[in-house]
């Protein structure tokens, strides 16, 4: 069965630090892993999405990265700001004809000042 | 402004009671999806549909069914709703999906619904 599992299932940090988020995966055949940003009251917003050849992706503060042998992926953000307080979700998408998502239960973000 | 529109927003209704979550986008795409999200579960996929009257279950479709008669609208229908089907839902699209597709989810807002 296909799975994606995220850590920690939530953090706490200071404003202005750094940090990163896990996504270990089992999906198979592999199409791409995309990370969302989901704030409180809202749908998820895509940050990144990589595909097998990409090992890293940049949006700004958030720098995704991409181990397709040991099926790993972080999340990095730099210099947190309090309006990174959300909670990331991790999907990573089949390489078939319906394309199939399986979602991880994210991160919860809080960023303190 | 390209975006995924759910109505309602928040609905509290009672048991049996049939009730319909529109979902509409303005981007032309051909991918839909519903999903609910429940604390500790993350977002499950309920139905989803690849193109105008091809619609096809996810991995919670009981209880539920959609329609897709045009690219646009992806209706959400609970025929006869129970407690259990309280839940966030959230109604998302992308311009395809499948192999060779690495386009984003563009999500609605969600809504609430209440089962009492």
């Known amino acids: 069965k296909n799975q994606v599992e995220q850590s920690p299932q939530s953090l706490i940090i200071l404003e202005g630090k750094n940090c990163t988020l896990q996504?270990?995966?089992?999906?198979?055949?592999?199409?791409?892993l995309r990370w969302y940003k989901q704030d409180t009251g809202r749908g998820p917003v895509s940050l990144t999405i990589?595909?097998?050849?990409?090992n890293t992706k940049s949006n700004g503060r958030y720098t995704a990265t991409l181990d397709a042998d040991t099926k790993q992926s972080s999340l990095h953000i730099t210099a947190s700001q309090l309006s990174d307080s959300a909670s990331y979700i991790c999907v990573v998408s089949e390489n078939t004809n319906a394309g199939k998502s399986t979602f991880g239960d994210g991160t919860t973000l809080t960023v303190k000042p | 402004e390209a975006q995924v529109t759910q109505n309602p927003r928040y609905l509290i209704t009672v048991t049996g009671k049939k009730l319909t979550v529109t979902c509409s986008q303005n981007m032309n795409h051909e991918y839909m999806s519903w999903y609910r999200q429940d604390p500790g579960l993350g977002l499950r996929q309920i139905y989803y549909s690849m193109n105008v009257e091809v619609t096809d279950k996810g991995d919670v479709p009981e209880g539920y069914k959609v329609s897709r008669k045009e690219k646009r609208n992806f209706p959400l229908i609970l025929e006869s709703p129970s407690p259990n089907q309280t839940s966030l839902y959230f109604c998302?699209?992308?311009?395809?999906?499948?192999?060779?597709?690495?386009?984003?989810?563009?999500f609605g807002d969600g809504t609430r619904l209440s089962i009492l």
């Open positions: 998302a699209s992308s311009l395809k999906s499948g192999q060779g597709s690495n386009q984003p989810q563009h």
């Open positions: 990589m595909t097998f050849s990409e």
């Open positions: 996504c270990n995966y089992t999906v198979s055949p592999f199409s791409n």
